[in-house]
C-alpha cells in the first residue's frame, strides 16, 4: 500500500516537473527540469 | 689483594642488578589474563599447548584467582569486540588489569608479559595496556613487529627487566619452553 | 507552439534517450555472472530450496555442492554478503571452480546477498563491475552495494529492530544482511535470506562455516578472523598455523551483545563453528580518491600513500597495495588452515579437498590462471 503511494506521489510530480517544463520560457532553466526527471522516471519504471 | 677482592665482589653482585637475568625462570601453576580483552590471550594458550605446558586461561582474572599461582602470564593488547565480548568498559579493564597486576606484586607473584599481536596490537589504544603489562612484568617476550619502535626494549631497558625478542609468534613457544 | 515549447520538447526526447541508455546499465546488473563450477560439482540447488517463498525473488541464489560420496565433516563458504567486498565472492567463485573434493562435502554460495548485486550505494560513485583476465578471455564480475537493493526492500524504518533480540540499529541496516540473522521466514527480504542460510546450515549439518568479508584500511579488523566464543581454539591454531606461512591474522572473538552477525547468530542457532574473515578492500576506505575498477583490482590509492608519507597515517597500509589477487589468496589459505585445524580436533569429521590454489600459488601465478 505504501508503496503505490509513493509510486503514485512520484508520478504526481513527475507531471508537475513536466507542465514546469513545458512554462518556463529559459532552455538553461529548462535543463534543470530534465536533470530531476531522469530519476524520476527510472524510479516510477523501478529501474533504478 | 683484600681491596681488589672486595671490589670484583661489589662488581659481581652490582652486575645482577645492573644488567637484567636472561635466564630468569618461572614456576608453575600458570595463570594467563588479558589485558585489554584481544583475543591474543587464547593464542598463548596455544602456544603454551605446544610447549606442553599445562596452565589456566581467565581473559577476565581478578585477585582471587591468584590463589595457588606462581605466574601470572599478561597478554596486553586492545580489542573494542573483545571488551563488547566482555561486557566492560575501557577504563574498567584498565581497573582491572592494575588491581590484577599489583596483587600479583603483593604476593610475590611473578609476572611474565607475553605481546604476541603484533603491530595490530600497538597503537594508541592498546599501548595504555601494553604499558601497565610491560612494566608490571619481571620479564617479557615480545613478537618482533610489535616493537619495530623499540617501545618494549625502552620499558625493558628503563625497568631493568628481561626482554626476549622473537621473529614470529610461533617463535615464541620456544621461548616460554624455554622459561618454565 | 512558442519556442520554448519546442526546447521542452527536445529536451524530452533527450530525457527519454538519456533515461535508455542509464536503463541499460541498470538493468545489465541483474544478469548473472557466468561461473564454470570444476568437475567435482554434485548438484546446483537455490537457497529458495531452504524457503520456499524467496523462489522468483532477487533473494534467491545459487548454492553448488560439492559431496565427495565419502563419510566427512561439511563446510559452507559464502561470499558476497557485502557485494561491494569483492574478494568474498572472487574467493568463492575461485573455490568453486577449482575444487575437488575428497572427504566430507563443501558447498558454496557465491553471491549470498543477490539482491545487492543489482545495485550500489548511491553517492559513492562506484563501478558497476570490472574485467579480470581468465583461461577462457576476460571475465565480468559484478561489484554491488553492501545491502539489498532498495527496489526490492522498501522503506527502511528510521530505527532497525533486529528479531529476536530487539537491539536497535540504523534503519538503513535493515537490509544488511550481515546484520539479519538468524533470519525470520516471513520478514522483510534480507531476513528471508538470511533465515534460509541458516535452514541451510541446520539441514545440511554444516560443521564448519566461512563468511568472507572485506573493510576499509582504517578498520581495525582488516587481516582477521572472528569467531564464535566456541570456534576460539579451532581459529587459535589455524592463526598459528597460518604464522607459520608467514602469514599474519588477528585473533577476534565475538562479541556476545552485537546481535545479526553471522559469527554471533550461526554460532548461537546452530552447531557450526562460524568463522568471519576479513581483507583490506581500498575502495571501501573514507580517503580514497578515484574510484574504479582498477582500484578493486590493484588495491592502490595515491592519497594513502600520500597520507602515509605525511607520517599522520595511524594505520597500518601497504604502499603497493593490496591487489585483489593478494586478497583473495588470504581468504582461501585462511579457509584451508581453519579446516585443516577443524580436522585435527574432529578426526571423525574430516573436510579434505585439494587442487584449490594456495597464498603462494597465488603470489606466483597470479589469479587469472585459477579462473576458467
Request: aromatic letters at 10%.
Amino acid at each position: 500500500m505504501l508503496f503505490w503511494i509513493y509510486i503514485i506521489i512520484l508520478s504526481i510530480l513527475t507531471v508537475f516537473v513536466m507542465i514546469e517544463l513545458f512554462s518556463e520560457k529559459q532552455w538553461k532553466k529548462q535543463i534543470a527540469f530534465v536533470m530531476i526527471l531522469i530519476p524520476f522516471i527510472l524510479r516510477i519504471l523501478q529501474i533504478k | 689483594m683484600k681491596t681488589i677482592s672486595k671490589l670484583m665482589v661489589i662488581v659481581l653482585l652490582g652486575s645482577i642488578f645492573l644488567f637484567p637475568q636472561n635466564d630468569i625462570k618461572f614456576e608453575k601453576p600458570i595463570l594467563i589474563s588479558s589485558a585489554g580483552q584481544s583475543a591474543d590471550v587464547t593464542l598463548a594458550g596455544m602456544l603454551l599447548k605446544k610447549s606442553k605446558t599445562e596452565y589456566k586461561a581467565l581473559p577476565m582474572a581478578k585477585e582471587a584467582d591468584l590463589e595457588g599461582i606462581k605466574t601470572l602470564i599478561i597478554v596486553p593488547g586492545f580489542s573494542s569486540k573483545g571488551l563488547g565480548a566482555a561486557g566492560i568498559s575501557r577504563d574498567q579493564e584498565k581497573a582491572r588489569v592494575n588491581a590484577l597486576v599489583n596483587a600479583a606484586k603483593k604476593k610475590n607473584i611473578k609476572i611474565l608479559m607475553l605481546h604476541i599481536g603484533g603491530t595490530a596490537r600497538r597503537g594508541q589504544q592498546s599501548d595504555d595496556f601494553n604499558q601497565i603489562a610491560a612494566e608490571a612484568s619481571t620479564h617479557m617476550i615480545v613478537v618482533k613487529q610489535g616493537n619495530e619502535d623499540k617501545f618494549f626494549t625502552k620499558i625493558a631497558s628503563d625497568k631493568k627487566i628481561g626482554i626476549k625478542v622473537v621473529d614470529k609468534m610461533a617463535d615464541a613457544a620456544a621461548a616460554l619452553k624455554e622459561v618454565f | 507552439m512558442q519556442k520554448h515549447h519546442y526546447t521542452a520538447i527536445l529536451f524530452l526526447v533527450a530525457t527519454a534517450v538519456m533515461a535508455f541508455i542509464a536503463s541499460k546499465d541498470f538493468l545489465k546488473m541483474y544478469e548473472h555472472d557466468k561461473v564454470f563450477p570444476s568437475e567435482a560439482l554434485t548438484k546446483t540447488g537455490m537457497l529458495s530450496d531452504y524457503l520456499p517463498n524467496l523462489k522468483g525473488s532477487n533473494g534467491d541464489t545459487e548454492v553448488y555442492f560439492f559431496d565427495s560420496g565419502v563419510q566427512g565433516g561439511t563446510t559452507l563458504v559464502l561470499g558476497g554478503t557485502h557485494p561491494n567486498e569483492p574478494s568474498g565472492y572472487l574467493t568463492a567463485v575461485v573455490l568453486m571452480e577449482n575444487i575437488k573434493v575428497t572427504q566430507g562435502k563443501v558447498i558454496v554460495i557465491p553471491q549470498a546477498c543477490r539482491s545487492g548485486f543489482t545495485c550500489t550505494d548511491p553517492m559513492e560513485a562506484l563501478p558497476l563491475g570490472y574485467y579480470l583476465k581468465s583461461k577462457s578471455g576476460d571475465r565480468y564480475f559484478s561489484f554491488g552495494s553492501r545491502v539489498s537493493n532498495w527496489l526490492d526492500q522498501w522503506p527502511d524504518p528510521e530505527v532497525y529492530t533486529h528479531y529476536p533480540s530487539g537491539q536497535k540499529l540504523s534503519g538503513f541496516e535493515t537490509r544488511n544482511l550481515n546484520r539479519a540473522y538468524p533470519g525470520k521466514a516471513k520478514g522483510t527480504l534480507t531476513e528471508r535470506v538470511a533465515y534460509a542460510i541458516v535452514e541451510l546450515i541446520k539441514k545440511e549439518k554444516v560443521d564448519v562455516a566461512f563468511d568472507l568479508h572485506e573493510a576499509a584500511p582504517e578498520i581495525p579488523i582488516i587481516k582477521a578472523i572472528v569467531v564464535h566464543e566456541k570456534a576460539k581454539d579451532i581459529g587459535a591454531m589455524a592463526v598459528l598455523n597460518l604464522e607459520f606461512e608467514d602469514l599474519k591474522y588477528a585473533l577476534e572473538i565475538s562479541p556476545q551483545n552485537f546481535r545479526g552477525l553471522s559469527h554471533r547468530e550461526w554460532g548461537d542457532s546452530t552447531e557450526v563453528f562460524p568463522f568471519l574473515m576479513e581483507t583490506s578492500n581500498p575502495i571501501q576506505g573514507r580517503l580514497r580518491g578515484r574510484t574504479n575498477a582498477d582500484l578493486i583490482i590493484n588495491g592502490v590509492d595515491n592519497n594513502y600513500k600520500i597520507a602515509l608519507e605525511s607520517g599522520k597515517l595511524r594505520i597500518e597500509y601497504d604502499p603497493e597495495g593490496e591487489p585483489l589477487s593478494v586478497r583473495v589468496a588470504r581468504h582461501l589459505q585462511g579457509i584451508h588452515a581453519v579446516v585443516e585445524a577443524f580436522n585435527g580436533f574432529y578426526p571423525e569429521r574430516q573436510i579434505v579437498y585439494e587442487n584449490v590454489p594456495s597464498y603462494s600459488d597465488i603470489e606466483a601465478n597470479g589469479l587469472e590462471v585459477y579462473l576458467q
